[in-house]
C-alpha cells in the first residue's frame, strides 16, 4: 500500500462537516455549466454517492464545490501529496462561469490528464479600514492547466499553472 492510500480508505467519511455547506437547491442548473440539474450532476459526486469518470469531470464537479462552499470535497479530491493542510473560505468571492478550454488525456481507463479551464468570479469590494463590503464589484477570471492523476482507481487534482 502507497503511504497516501490509507486516506482513500473512506475519503468521504466527513463529507457532511463543518466545511461541507452545500446550500444550493438540486433542482437548480449546476455551477458547473453542463446545463443538468446540481442534484443529477455533481451534487452526488460531493455527496461520495459516485465518483468522478473523467479529469475534466473531476475538474467540473471541484469548481461547482467551490461555487457552493463545499470546501470539504476540494479537499478530500486534492491528491494527498499536493494538497495543504487545510484550506480557507475566500470572503465576498461569488463564482460565477466556468469554461473549458482545452483537456489532454484524462479519459475514462487514462492514468493522468491535464484540463484548461477559465473561471470567472465575482470579488466584493472592501473597505480597507472597516473590512465591511464597499459599494462595487470587481470580476475577474482564474485561468489554469491543471493535472490530474488516479490513484486507487480513483481521479485526484495534482497541481495546476496559472496563466496570467
Known sequence: MKPYDA???DP??????????????PAALCPCGSELPFGRCCLPLHLGERQAETAEQLMRSRYSAYAVNDLNYVWQTWHPTTRPPELTPATGLTW????????????S?????E???RAHYRQSQQNRR???SAPGVAGGTLHERSRFAVRARRWFYIDGELFG
Open 115 to 117: 484540463v484548461e479551464f
Open 12 to 25: 468521504y467519511s466527513a463529507a457532511r462537516s463543518a466545511w461541507h455547506t452545500v446550500s444550493m437547491d
Open 130 to 132: 472597516s473590512g465591511r
Open 96 to 107: 460565477t462561469g466556468l469554461e473549458i478550454v482545452d483537456t489532454v488525456d484524462g479519459l
Open 7 to 9: 486516506d482513500l480508505k
Open 109 to 113: 481507463g487514462d492514468d493522468s490528464g
